[in-house]
T-cell receptor, first 115, second 112 residues
Framework: DAGITQSPRHKVTETGTPVTLRCHQT?????MYWYRQDPGHGLRLIHY???????DKGEVSDGYSVSRSKTEDFLLTLESATSSQTSVYFC??????????????FGPGTRLTVT | DQQVKQNSPSLSVQEGRISILNCDYT??????FLWYKKYPAEGPTFLIS?????DKNEDGRFTVFLNKSAKHLSLHIVPSQPGDSAVYFC???????????FGKGMKLTVNP
Protein backbone atom coordinates (compact mmCIF):
# COMPACT_ATOMS: atom_id res chain seq x y z
CA ASP A 1 0.00 0.00 0.00
CA ALA A 2 1.11 3.53 -0.77
CA GLY A 3 2.27 5.39 2.33
CA ILE A 4 -0.44 8.02 2.62
CA THR A 5 -1.87 9.27 5.87
CA GLN A 6 -4.57 11.82 6.49
CA SER A 7 -5.19 13.75 9.67
CA PRO A 8 -7.48 14.09 11.40
CA ARG A 9 -9.52 11.06 10.42
CA HIS A 10 -12.68 12.51 11.89
CA LYS A 11 -13.61 16.07 12.77
CA VAL A 12 -16.72 17.91 13.85
CA THR A 13 -16.61 21.67 13.61
CA GLU A 14 -18.97 24.60 13.72
CA THR A 15 -20.06 26.76 10.82
CA GLY A 16 -17.72 29.68 10.27
CA THR A 17 -14.63 28.14 11.82
CA PRO A 18 -11.44 27.49 9.85
CA VAL A 19 -10.40 23.89 9.32
CA THR A 20 -7.18 22.41 7.95
CA LEU A 21 -6.84 18.84 6.76
CA ARG A 22 -3.43 17.32 6.27
CA CYS A 23 -2.21 14.74 3.79
CA HIS A 24 1.21 13.21 4.29
CA GLN A 25 2.98 10.81 1.92
CA THR A 26 6.16 8.83 2.24
CA UNK A 27 6.30 7.79 -1.43
CA UNK A 28 7.97 10.95 -2.75
CA UNK A 29 5.29 11.14 -5.46
CA UNK A 30 5.24 14.39 -7.36
CA UNK A 31 1.49 14.85 -7.77
CA MET A 32 -1.06 15.23 -4.98
CA TYR A 33 -4.82 15.72 -5.06
CA TRP A 34 -7.72 16.51 -2.77
CA TYR A 35 -11.15 15.03 -3.51
CA ARG A 36 -14.46 15.06 -1.75
CA GLN A 37 -16.94 12.22 -1.88
CA ASP A 38 -20.65 12.87 -1.51
CA PRO A 39 -23.68 10.64 -2.11
CA GLY A 40 -24.85 10.95 -5.69
CA HIS A 41 -21.71 12.78 -6.79
CA GLY A 42 -18.92 10.26 -6.64
CA LEU A 43 -15.42 11.69 -6.26
CA ARG A 44 -14.90 15.31 -7.20
CA LEU A 45 -11.54 17.05 -7.46
CA ILE A 46 -11.08 20.08 -5.20
CA HIS A 47 -7.46 21.09 -5.79
CA TYR A 48 -4.32 19.43 -7.01
CA UNK A 49 -0.58 19.98 -6.95
CA UNK A 50 2.05 19.13 -9.51
CA UNK A 51 4.94 19.95 -7.19
CA UNK A 52 6.06 22.11 -4.31
CA UNK A 53 4.28 25.47 -4.42
CA UNK A 54 2.60 24.44 -7.69
CA UNK A 55 -1.15 24.09 -7.15
CA ASP A 56 -4.28 24.58 -9.18
CA LYS A 57 -8.04 24.45 -8.85
CA GLY A 58 -10.20 21.47 -9.54
CA GLU A 59 -13.89 21.06 -10.23
CA VAL A 60 -15.21 22.17 -6.81
CA SER A 61 -12.61 24.57 -5.44
CA ASP A 62 -14.85 27.35 -4.10
CA GLY A 63 -14.40 27.78 -0.34
CA TYR A 64 -11.16 25.78 -0.26
CA SER A 65 -7.49 26.66 -0.43
CA VAL A 66 -4.39 24.46 -0.46
CA SER A 67 -0.71 24.71 0.23
CA ARG A 68 2.25 22.50 -0.53
CA SER A 69 5.50 23.67 0.99
CA LYS A 70 7.09 20.22 1.03
CA THR A 71 6.86 17.28 -1.35
CA GLU A 72 5.36 15.07 1.34
CA ASP A 73 2.64 17.36 2.69
CA PHE A 74 -0.49 18.77 1.04
CA LEU A 75 -2.82 20.84 3.21
CA LEU A 76 -6.46 21.58 2.49
CA THR A 77 -7.98 24.57 4.30
CA LEU A 78 -11.60 25.52 4.66
CA GLU A 79 -11.32 29.20 5.51
CA SER A 80 -14.82 29.42 6.97
CA ALA A 81 -16.55 26.06 7.11
CA THR A 82 -20.14 25.73 5.88
CA SER A 83 -22.61 22.87 6.23
CA SER A 84 -22.29 22.16 2.49
CA GLN A 85 -18.67 21.19 3.15
CA THR A 86 -19.74 18.26 5.31
CA SER A 87 -18.21 15.40 3.36
CA VAL A 88 -15.55 12.73 3.26
CA TYR A 89 -12.26 14.09 1.99
CA PHE A 90 -9.66 11.96 0.26
CA CYS A 91 -6.10 12.75 -0.59
CA UNK A 92 -4.43 10.98 -3.51
CA UNK A 93 -0.94 10.82 -4.97
CA UNK A 94 0.51 9.84 -8.31
CA UNK A 95 3.60 10.02 -10.41
CA UNK A 96 3.72 11.46 -13.93
CA UNK A 97 2.02 9.03 -16.25
CA UNK A 98 4.36 6.55 -17.91
CA UNK A 99 3.28 4.05 -20.53
CA UNK A 100 -0.13 5.74 -20.36
CA UNK A 101 -0.58 4.69 -16.74
CA UNK A 102 -2.61 7.13 -14.68
CA UNK A 103 -3.12 5.32 -11.38
CA UNK A 104 -3.66 7.44 -8.32
CA UNK A 105 -3.28 6.07 -4.80
CA PHE A 106 -5.68 7.22 -2.14
CA GLY A 107 -5.41 7.89 1.54
CA PRO A 108 -7.91 6.54 4.10
CA GLY A 109 -10.06 9.68 4.13
CA THR A 110 -11.19 12.32 6.61
CA ARG A 111 -14.82 12.53 7.62
CA LEU A 112 -15.69 16.17 8.27
CA THR A 113 -18.97 17.28 9.79
CA VAL A 114 -19.85 20.98 9.89
CA THR A 115 -22.68 21.75 12.32
CA ASP B 1 -21.84 18.01 -17.71
CA GLN B 2 -20.78 14.60 -16.50
CA GLN B 3 -18.14 13.09 -18.74
CA VAL B 4 -18.12 9.66 -17.12
CA LYS B 5 -21.47 8.13 -16.26
CA GLN B 6 -22.43 5.17 -14.15
CA ASN B 7 -26.15 5.12 -14.62
CA SER B 8 -27.03 2.28 -12.28
CA PRO B 9 -26.44 3.10 -8.61
CA SER B 10 -26.50 -0.47 -7.40
CA LEU B 11 -26.31 -4.13 -8.38
CA SER B 12 -27.00 -7.28 -6.41
CA VAL B 13 -25.77 -10.71 -7.52
CA GLN B 14 -25.42 -14.17 -6.08
CA GLU B 15 -22.05 -15.54 -5.08
CA GLY B 16 -20.44 -17.45 -7.94
CA ARG B 17 -22.36 -15.61 -10.67
CA ILE B 18 -21.07 -12.90 -12.97
CA SER B 19 -21.20 -9.22 -12.00
CA ILE B 20 -21.26 -6.71 -14.85
CA LEU B 21 -20.70 -3.05 -14.02
CA ASN B 22 -21.20 -0.52 -16.78
CA CYS B 23 -19.76 2.89 -17.51
CA ASP B 24 -20.45 5.32 -20.36
CA TYR B 25 -18.40 8.32 -21.36
CA THR B 26 -19.02 11.36 -23.52
CA UNK B 27 -15.49 12.56 -24.31
CA UNK B 28 -14.12 10.70 -27.31
CA UNK B 29 -10.64 12.03 -26.47
CA UNK B 30 -10.35 9.81 -23.41
CA UNK B 31 -7.53 7.36 -24.09
CA UNK B 32 -7.33 5.46 -20.81
CA PHE B 33 -9.84 4.18 -18.30
CA LEU B 34 -9.54 2.94 -14.74
CA TRP B 35 -11.73 1.09 -12.28
CA TYR B 36 -11.49 1.70 -8.55
CA LYS B 37 -12.99 -0.27 -5.71
CA LYS B 38 -14.00 1.29 -2.41
CA TYR B 39 -14.91 -0.36 0.87
CA PRO B 40 -16.74 1.64 3.57
CA ALA B 41 -14.47 3.82 5.70
CA GLU B 42 -11.50 3.21 3.38
CA GLY B 43 -9.98 5.07 0.47
CA PRO B 44 -10.55 3.88 -3.10
CA THR B 45 -8.07 1.32 -4.40
CA PHE B 46 -7.04 0.82 -8.00
CA LEU B 47 -8.48 -2.35 -9.52
CA ILE B 48 -7.85 -2.55 -13.25
CA SER B 49 -7.33 -0.28 -16.25
CA UNK B 50 -7.47 -0.32 -20.02
CA UNK B 51 -5.89 1.74 -22.74
CA UNK B 52 -8.03 2.89 -25.65
CA UNK B 53 -5.81 0.93 -28.03
CA UNK B 54 -7.18 -2.27 -26.52
CA ASP B 55 -10.68 -3.65 -26.28
CA LYS B 56 -10.10 -6.04 -23.40
CA ASN B 57 -7.88 -6.32 -20.35
CA GLU B 58 -8.00 -9.24 -17.95
CA ASP B 59 -6.58 -9.66 -14.45
CA GLY B 60 -7.68 -12.80 -12.67
CA ARG B 61 -11.40 -12.67 -12.01
CA PHE B 62 -11.64 -9.12 -13.35
CA THR B 63 -11.99 -8.21 -17.02
CA VAL B 64 -12.64 -4.79 -18.48
CA PHE B 65 -14.12 -4.45 -21.96
CA LEU B 66 -13.98 -1.25 -24.00
CA ASN B 67 -16.30 -0.44 -26.87
CA LYS B 68 -15.00 2.83 -28.30
CA SER B 69 -17.70 3.19 -30.94
CA ALA B 70 -20.36 3.03 -28.24
CA LYS B 71 -18.24 4.99 -25.72
CA HIS B 72 -18.92 2.26 -23.24
CA LEU B 73 -16.84 0.15 -20.91
CA SER B 74 -17.79 -2.64 -18.59
CA LEU B 75 -16.17 -4.46 -15.71
CA HIS B 76 -16.87 -8.19 -15.43
CA ILE B 77 -16.24 -10.05 -12.21
CA VAL B 78 -16.35 -13.85 -12.53
CA PRO B 79 -17.02 -15.58 -10.23
CA SER B 80 -18.35 -12.96 -7.85
CA GLN B 81 -17.44 -13.32 -4.19
CA PRO B 82 -18.93 -11.70 -1.06
CA GLY B 83 -15.64 -9.84 -0.58
CA ASP B 84 -16.30 -8.07 -3.87
CA SER B 85 -19.15 -6.17 -2.22
CA ALA B 86 -18.06 -2.54 -2.48
CA VAL B 87 -18.61 0.65 -4.41
CA TYR B 88 -16.95 0.67 -7.85
CA PHE B 89 -15.94 3.81 -9.68
CA CYS B 90 -14.87 4.17 -13.27
CA UNK B 91 -12.55 7.04 -14.12
CA UNK B 92 -10.65 8.59 -17.02
CA UNK B 93 -7.82 11.12 -17.23
CA UNK B 94 -8.93 14.51 -18.49
CA UNK B 95 -7.43 15.47 -21.83
CA UNK B 96 -3.69 15.20 -21.64
CA UNK B 97 -3.51 15.79 -17.90
CA UNK B 98 -3.02 13.67 -14.80
CA UNK B 99 -6.38 14.67 -13.40
CA UNK B 100 -9.00 11.93 -13.24
CA UNK B 101 -12.72 12.44 -13.69
CA PHE B 102 -14.82 9.87 -11.85
CA GLY B 103 -18.26 8.43 -12.31
CA LYS B 104 -20.73 8.56 -9.43
CA GLY B 105 -20.04 4.97 -8.46
CA MET B 106 -22.05 1.76 -8.30
CA LYS B 107 -22.64 -0.27 -5.16
CA LEU B 108 -22.17 -3.98 -5.76
CA THR B 109 -23.59 -6.46 -3.28
CA VAL B 110 -22.65 -10.11 -3.62
CA ASN B 111 -24.96 -12.33 -1.61
CA PRO B 112 -23.66 -15.62 -0.16
Amino acid sequence: DAGITQSPRHKVTETGTPVTLRCHQTENHRYMYWYRQDPGHGLRLIHYSYGVKDTDKGEVSDGYSVSRSKTEDFLLTLESATSSQTSVYFCAISEPARDSSYEQYFGPGTRLTVT
Amino acid sequence: DQQVKQNSPSLSVQEGRISILNCDYTNSMFDYFLWYKKYPAEGPTFLISISSIKDKNEDGRFTVFLNKSAKHLSLHIVPSQPGDSAVYFCAAPQGGSEKLVFGKGMKLTVNP
